[in-house]
């Protein structure tokens, strides 16, 4: 019974011992020991050698088994390669469960310790589909908060570290402050005559004319086909602003469908909308949740993060950077030892945001102040992105 409910098949682990009451011997080993001891991982394998010990000690240890695994790595952990960091990561995810749920079976007549009712619930995370969840919770549309989320609570990796971007850097300051990206600029400067002065023009309307005629964070149903059409103005290029930045003919069907559901259901969408404009929450959480509204079966994973980032830049552009994947693979890969991953992950983008945010505009700063200038012009990710996209197109592409 042990080997069936702990290790498939069970006869790679009878075969490790010379006997049964060898196997029992080494199980009563287990159970009087006072620390975890890596040598038992030569009889049993790793992960269901962690599993077992901590279903022997279940008040002092973790219970980790594979699915356990997957359950912690949707929250944001890593595989964890060894037990003592297996137990550093159920330790930190305790809290965040202790604080969030508590000890549900606590004092009730199927009470079991903590750490069998954690166990259960990282499987039933890393074996359900996330639409079953939300079925499964009862959880409204408005009110869901995806398990996946809770990747946020778990531990934030550093900043991503980049280098040989110096030249490029002084490259675009020299750019900028010369008038190569403005319309028809210098075609021998840096940026080779690229045009990316029209972002500064739409975020200063959104500025301007859009954030004091609405409180992005409590649309009114009646206020979103409107504040769409202000996202489309096309007074500084030939064409709506969103479609072109998503991209060729699916970056158009991604914002018609966008606008389309939209205006077929404004008080949800109102809600989405307030939801991701809403500083307050999680990054996380609410591209989730922008995702969720907005699926359709024609949309990739890597267009449901592209289209709401691409609207927070406009609206928070010290903050945010429109993400596209194609974009993120090639800077990420030249400039640094991170590999982009495909599809829709949040926890990803959060962390390409903040390291772009935290360690490349400072670099873009730092290098316009050591130009003396007295130009008082903002750096923002609508640089950023620009430095990104030249790079793209003139010098990363083979």
Known sequence: MLTDAFFRPHSLVVKQFD?????????????????????????????????????????????????????????????????????EQWATFEEVYKAEIGYVTAGTAHEVPLSHEMSEFLEFVATTPEDEITEILGASTDTHIPIIGWETEARRETEIQFDRLAEHIEGYVTAKLEGGLDENGPKELWSRGFWESWKDDLCKHIEDNVEPAYDLTNLEPNQVEPLITEFERSDW???????????????????????KRSVAEPEQSAKVLSYLFDEDIEIDLRLDRFAKFYREERTSPGQLISLPTLLLMFVYPRTYVFYKWGLMNTFFEAFSDYSVDTGFKTAQYERLNRSLRNEVLPMIEDELQSRNSDDEMEITMLDVHSLLYILNKKYLKQ
């Not at 006072?34 to 038992?40: C, G, K, N, R």
């Not at 973790?62 to 297996?86: H, Q, T």
């Not at 991209?247 to 069907?253: A, K, R, S």
Request: hydrophobic residues 35%.
């Open 19 to 87: 006997s049964v009451t060898d196997l029992a011997a080494t199980i009563e080993e287990m159970n009087t020991a006072e620390t975890y001891d890596s040598v038992w991982e030569s009889k049993f394998l790793a992960t269901p050698c962690w599993e077992l010990y901590g279903r022997l000690h279940p008040e002092r240890e973790p219970i980790v088994n594979s699915e356990c695994s997957v359950g912690l790595k949707k929250m944001g952990f890593d595989k964890p390669r060894s037990y003592a960091m297996a137990r």
């Open 237 to 259: 290029l030939s064409k709506p602003i969103p479609p072109w930045m998503l991209g060729g003919q699916q970056g158009g069907i991604l914002w018609s469908h966008f606008k």
